[in-house]
């Protein structure tokens, strides 16, 4: 069953909602005003599995100036895009 955020557009709060069925979906409130007016957001997740790098490379960051304010990108050892 997946669990999933979502953010009220009235008091800005996130919260998350574990739903068995899109049905679900219509009962929500935002537990903190108790608003129905939310967005869903993207979650973000994390996963390791092995060791992905070889013992002392570690991920380097490179930060340049973009349109929007300040970018960084990450290199990490083992991975390529």
Request: proline share 6%; hydrophobic share 25%.
């Amino acid at each position: 069953m997946p669990i999933y955020e979502f953010r009220c557009l009235k008091c800005n709060d996130c919260f998350e909602f574990l739903l068995r069925s899109q049905e679900e979906q219509i009962e929500l409130r935002c537990p903190k005003c108790k608003s129905d007016e939310f967005e869903r957001v993207m979650s973000v997740s994390c996963h390791s599995v092995g060791d992905a790098s070889p013992k002392g490379e570690s991920a380097q960051a490179q930060t340049r100036n973009c349109p929007s304010g300040t970018c960084t990108t990450y290199d990490i050892p083992g991975h390529s895009r």
